[in-house]
T-cell receptor, first 118, second 117 residues
Framework: DGGITQSPKYLFRKEGQNVTLSCEQNLNHDAMYWYRQDPGQGLRLIYYSQIVNDFQKGDIAEGYSVSREKKESFPLTVTSAQKNPTAFYLCASSIDLFGFKGGLGEQYFGPGTRLTVT | AQKITQTQPGMFVQEKEAVTLDCTYDTSDPSYGLFWYKQPSSGEMIFLIY??????QNATEGRYSLNFQKARKSANLVISASQLGDSAMYFCAMREGEGDSSYKLIFGSGTRLLVRP
């Protein structure tokens, strides 16, 4: 079955520690995204990647970093510089970034990782 | 100004009845797409339905339909014959234009739907 996996489901860290959230997809999608969701709110874009070895900042990139060394993988590191890291993090992918390869531009999401930093 | 507005933080509906979730949007771009996602308590976002700005007919997908009123800039989701499993958060999202920012999905704040037995 094709899809997006995120691990772990729940993650607890002490303040001041960096933590990396994994995201893997086997949909053969070019584009991948990281979103943050806070309680009662919609999703906000942290980083996105159009292709391997390329990624761009989204709306709230400060305190986060990413890498895209493989097409299937787009890990997100929450650094100690992120002032309020406790949130629900969702990874997504789409066929491509701008819809040039067809499709509706819909993004497919993983199950999310709930990060708690104390 | 907010690009996507969902004015109903929470909604109740009786099982087997229809329910409409409101979404209004703001864009000056003639080309855009509107999406609805469902987020159950498990957390993942499930793509439900899409409406393109140039589509002549309202989108339908099974029990989901989109009441698209372009002049009013609204794209309301209609769920017919509600089921208990429809209880979830529902998000409206927009993808604008064909330019450099057309990759972005802009999400509303969501509506929590609770289906009563």
């Amino acid at each position: 079955d094709g899809g997006i996996t995120q691990s772990p489901k729940y993650l607890f860290r002490k303040e001041g520690q960096n933590v990396t959230l994994s995201c893997e997809q086997n949909l053969n999608h070019d584009a991948m995204y990281w979103y943050r969701q806070d309680p009662g709110q919609g999703l906000r874009l942290i980083y996105y990647s159009q292709i391997v070895n390329d990624f761009q900042k989204g709306d709230i990139a400060e305190g986060y970093s990413v890498s895209r060394e493989k097409k299937e993988s787009f890990p997100l590191t929450v650094t100690s510089a992120q002032k309020n890291p406790t949130a629900f993090y969702l990874c997504a992918s789409s066929i491509d970034l701008f819809g040039f390869k067809g499709g509706l531009g819909e993004q497919y999401f993983g199950p999310g990782t709930r990060l708690t930093v104390t | 100004a907010q690009k996507i507005t969902q004015t109903q933080p929470g909604m109740f509906v009786q099982e087997k009845e229809a329910v409409t979730l409101d979404c209004t949007y703001d864009t000056s771009d003639p080309s855009y797409g509107l999406f609805w996602y469902k987020q159950p308590s498990s957390g993942e976002m499930i793509f439900l339905i899409y409406q393109g700005s140039y589509d002549q007919q309202n989108a339908t997908e099974g029990r989901y339909s989109l009441n698209f009123q372009k002049a009013r800039k609204s794209a309301n989701l209609v769920i017919s014959a509600s089921q208990l499993g429809d209880s979830a958060m529902y998000f409206c999202a927009m993808r604008e234009g064909e330019g450099d920012s057309s990759y972005k999905l802009i999400f509303g704040s969501g509506t929590r739907l609770l289906v009563r037995p």
